[in-house]
């Protein structure tokens, strides 16, 4: 007798269902991408408990008829996958985004499934699945004149064991919400709804197709301030076109949270694609900061194998290098054509920081207020200024004038007398260099900030972080145009690999050359390393040589060095930068501007904190109310 046995049909479903509807915000996940599939412009899906009480989801969608419905239920049974003209089926060419025909008979096995759908000018046909039992095809009733409306209720009820692997009620909510928000960003021109518990969630409008409506489809997720703070990704090469927006530097998070990549117009979860990323921004950002950013990679379905993973968020790419390499090219492009531009949310935040207090008249600036006892007032009342009314009663706010007060009551002249400051009594003309995006230096504070008065407000710098900043990126300058200097070995390294990595590394070497690292092959599994960079001073060379190896393996990049040096070359900036408590000339400080102007990423230092903050002119007048 076989010890082989062959599963029962609704004991492979579940099987396949738990790798299909993982938690309720697969379930969604699934349902959505099929209502988009069917051409719908409207979606609307509603949530209880967590979705583990109900999900439902509406469309106006194509519909589907009796024979359809009957068929959608079966396990790889789909409308997305055609035969080709000699009989086989193409698994790499699939421009829709579901194509397995797993998620309808998954959850139909593990939960109760009711769908009911019409096609135009059709009758409204219900069918429905109780834990793998399926009923016959009757007759609905349907609002819309074409559609479908599934509703999925009591989900894992059939698999009770998968219940205790859920979460909170509350963190499945956040789970769908996330889900649909991502669907949402990869279709702007398709309009959704979210309700959770009875609550709307999200109410979004079909935008026009393009980078305009795009914008709009993530402002409204993310915020207007992604919009305002956003940089526009458009770059091909290859027959791959990146698309998307990336937020600057300085207008970055302390997690990776919101980072949303899209392949195709796919929701994708992809280790290349973060990585790359986070290379682009590697000059830019500390390590505990993270970029926002919403990337959209289109590139031809046969370069690209999104059957990896019944859930379809992993993909693989024929060749990985290209679409790295994009991505971190135009990453740098748009972050070096933002120039010296910060995030407006700094001067948000500068402006929220300040506490407006109100300033008690009369009392001195520096002096706390003290009530004036009615005593007092009667006392000094034959001296005071007769433009203070007989009747009006001393208080914060009456209106005195001041001189009067001042020079005809004795005493009150020394005791209450504010602080005088001397102002000049002609006010220096405008310069011209106020015309400039930073302005023209008026003065230094602490012998830290840099004031500059602007043609419409003014600027706040931080001298060390920019300067920093310029230094760094002179540097930058240098190794990219190969002037690296290198220090000879006094003894040359040998470096013991492998034949291919030694075969990948001498591929390579005058890119090395270029960095200042000079290796020679020193036969078939060995290389010599005669010299290395000066700023790499006293390092792991061996070390260095397998980390360059394992870049190349994995990324075809030379890593390790690039990322290497660049720290070094930020150390060496911040140490030889001007420091906080320098006084600098009024030269000095408008040199400084002049320069931040002319050179890339300015506006934040090697961490991506804000070199400085820019206040207009109508936020400072709003602290003092006169707006």
Not at 25 to 38: G, P
Not at 155 to 161: D, G, K, M, Q, V
Not at 321 to 345: E, F, M, P
Not at 507 to 536: C, K, N, W
Request: proline fraction near 6%; aromatic fraction near 6%.
């Amino acid at each position: 007798m076989s010890n082989i046995q062959r599963l029962p049909q609704d004991t492979i479903n579940r099987i396949a269902a738990g790798e299909v509807v993982e938690r309720p915000a697969s379930a969604v996940k699934e349902l959505v991408e099929n209502a988009i599939d069917a051409g719908a412009t409207q979606i609307d899906i509603r949530a209880d408990l967590g979705g583990l009480s109900r999900i439902l989801i509406e469309d106006n969608g194509s519909g589907m008829g009796a024979d359809d419905l009957q068929l959608a239920i079966e396990r790889h049974a789909t409308s997305k996958l055609k035969p080709q003209a000699d009989g086989t089926w193409d698994l790499l060419h699939i421009k829709t985004l579901g194509f397995r025909g797993e998620a309808l008979p998954s959850m139909g096995s593990v939960a109760r499934l009711d769908i009911t759908s019409r096609l135009k000018d059709g009758a409204p046909l219900n069918i429905r699945i109780d834990g793998g039992v399926i009923a016959p095809v009757r007759p609905a009733a349907f609002g819309g004149e074409h559609g479908t409306r599934i509703e999925l209720t009591d989900l894992f009820y059939a698999t009770p064991a998968r219940l205790k692997f859920m979460k909170s009620e509350r963190a499945e909510n956040m789970a769908i919400a996330e889900e649909v928000k991502r669907q949402a960003m990869a279709h702007e021109n398709v309009a959704f709804s979210l309700e959770l518990d009875g609550k709307k969630q999200l109410k979004l409008y079909a935008e026009p197709a393009g980078f305009e409506g795009r914008l709009k489809r993530l402002a409204a997720l993310l915020g207007n301030d992604f919009s305002d703070n956003a940089l526009l990704i458009d770059q091909g090469r290859e027959g791959v076109h990146l698309t998307g927006y990336a937020g600057l530097p300085t207008f970055s998070r302390g997690n990776a949270a919101h980072q949303y990549l899209f392949v195709n117009n796919r929701p994708v979860r992809d280790k290349l694609l973060a990585g790359a990323l986070r290379a682009a921004y590697a000059d830019f950002l500390a390590r505990d900061r993270h970029p926002l950013a919403a990337l959209f990679v289109e590139i031809d379905p046969q370069e690209l194998d999104v059957n990896v993973h019944p859930a379809k968020t992993e993909v693989r790419f024929r060749d990985p290098n290209l679409v790295r390499g994009l991505i971190i090219g135009a990453l740098k492009h748009a972050l070096a054509s933002a120039g010296h531009r910060a995030a407006t949310t700094v001067a948000h935040q500068t402006i929220s920081a300040f506490q407006p207090q109100v300033v008690q008249p009369l009392l001195g600036l520096n002096r706390p207020y003290n009530p004036v006892s009615p005593a007092q007032i009667a006392a000094v009342r034959p001296y005071m200024s007769p433009y203070l009314p007989e009747a009006t009663p001393f208080s914060p706010t009456a209106r005195v004038e001041a001189e009067g007060f001042y020079h005809d009551t004795p005493g009150v002249a020394e005791a209450y007398a504010p602080d005088i400051v001397e102002l000049p009594t002609e006010v220096q003309a405008p310069t011209q260099t106020e015309a400039f995006p930073l302005g023209a230096a008026r003065a230094q504070l602490h012998e830290t900030y840099i004031i500059a008065q602007t043609a419409d407000g003014l600027v706040i710098v931080d001298q060390h972080a920019a300067h920093e900043r310029l230094v760094y990126e002179q540097m930058k300058v240098a190794m990219a145009t190969g002037h690296v200097q290198s220090q000879s070995l006094l003894i040359p390294e040998i470096v013991d690999l492998e034949r291919e990595e030694v075969s990948r590394l001498m591929a390579r070497q005058a890119d090395l050359q270029s960095m200042g690292l000079s290796i020679e092959a020193f036969g078939p599994t060995s290389v010599l390393v005669r010299d290395i960079p000066t700023l790499l001073g006293d390092c792991d060379i061996a070390g260095l040589v397998r980390d360059l190896v394992d870049d190349l393996t994995e990324h075809g990049e030379l890593l390790a060095l690039k990322e290497r040096m660049a720290e070094i070359c930020g150390d060496h900036a911040c140490r030889h930068s001007i420091r906080s408590g320098r006084r600098l000339t009024g030269e000095e400080m408008n040199a400084l501007l002049r320069q931040m102007e002319a050179t890339p990423h300015s506006g934040q230092c090697n961490h991506g904190r804000p070199t400085y903050v820019e206040l207009k002119l109508k936020d400072i007048e709003k602290l003092f109310g006169r707006r």
